[in-house]
């Protein structure tokens, strides 16, 4: 008979998960009835597996509290956003569209900004000040501000997440160097980084606190994330929050109609123009999504 026992997948790779388990970290694959039920594993995820011998298999997935496409990530705490100012420069779409992505399931967001050392980002860490995100400046060189990052994740399960380059998996080595994680050049030519980490992996740096390293992307890789449905746009950016509710009309899409409380802001400068134009570049790309094109 095979024993069944309950774990959580710290790595999945290939068609092959590994799930951490009270009897030590056991390989699986998974039943096809997940896959055909919409329901394919992801690292983050508690796992009912079955055991014979050495091997595994993945029999059913637990109820989840949040779920990712990119990151392929489930049941996290928050996500660490990495971004830089200097090879490779992030652009704030990135940032915003991943941000929204995790405000849409009420995920926390903090900011990373690395490579303080080569370049403080002054803009970009006061635009996400101002729009009132954990901001983290640090230096995966240095190791400038290694500590607080590390106190921020303490007791949580993080996923970080940012464009190739910016050294997600270096400061992680700082955070825990026994990891020795690969790391790789930046392109001096093309301002972008290799991909170095080429699957998620879950890594314990404590009690009760994991990080998830995930593959970096770039601007051609945002097709790939998730679609907000356009009625809940306006909801996964905070710092609208103080505005909704607020406009002439009740289905106000902050466009281009009159009185709309939040275009007042951003004329103001109480919401930053680079968040606004990424909202609206965002309700163009949801404008464009069928209903049943998410089902």
Request: net charge neutral; with cysteine; aromatic share 8%.
């Amino acid at each position: 008979m095979n024993k069944r026992l309950t774990g959580r997948i710290v790595r999945s790779i290939s068609g092959f998960y590994d799930v951490q388990t009270e009897r030590g970290l056991v390989t699986c694959r998974a039943r096809g009835i997940l896959r055909k039920a919409g329901s394919s594993p992801l690292t983050g995820d508690l796992a009912e597996i079955s055991l014979e011998g050495n091997r595994g298999m993945v029999e059913r997935i637990l109820p989840r509290k949040n779920s990712f496409v990119r990151p392929a990530v489930a049941n996290v705490d928050a996500l660490v956003v990495f971004a830089a100012n200097v090879n490779p420069v992030t652009e704030p779409f990135l940032i915003d569209r991943v941000a929204a992505i995790a405000g849409d399931q009420g995920v926390a967001v903090y900011l990373c900004v690395n490579k303080c050392d080569l370049d403080p980002a002054v803009d970009l860490v006061r635009i996400y000040e101002h729009a009132g995100f954990p901001v983290i400046r640090t230096s995966a060189e240095t190791g400038d501000g290694v500590d607080r990052l590390a106190q921020l994740l303490r007791g949580k399960l993080t996923a970080f997440t940012g464009n190739s380059g910016v050294g997600k998996s270096s400061v992680l080595n700082r955070l825990c160097p026994q990891l020795h994680l690969a790391t790789g050049e930046v392109s001096e030519k093309l301002g972008r980084g290799r991909h170095t980490t080429r699957h998620v992996e879950l890594y314990a740096l404590g009690e009760d606190t994991y990080v998830a390293d995930t593959p970096g992307f770039s601007s051609f890789d945002t097709d790939q994330m998730e679609v907000i449905l356009k009625e809940n746009l306006q909801y996964a950016f905070p710092d609208f929050g103080n505005y909704l509710g607020k406009c002439r009309f009740d289905d106000c899409t902050h466009r281009q109609e009159p009185e709309c409380a939040v275009r007042a802001a951003v004329e103001a400068g109480e919401i930053e123009k680079t968040r606004y134009d990424s909202y609206l570049r965002l309700y163009e790309k949801a404008s464009q999504v069928k209903l049943w094109e998410l089902k």
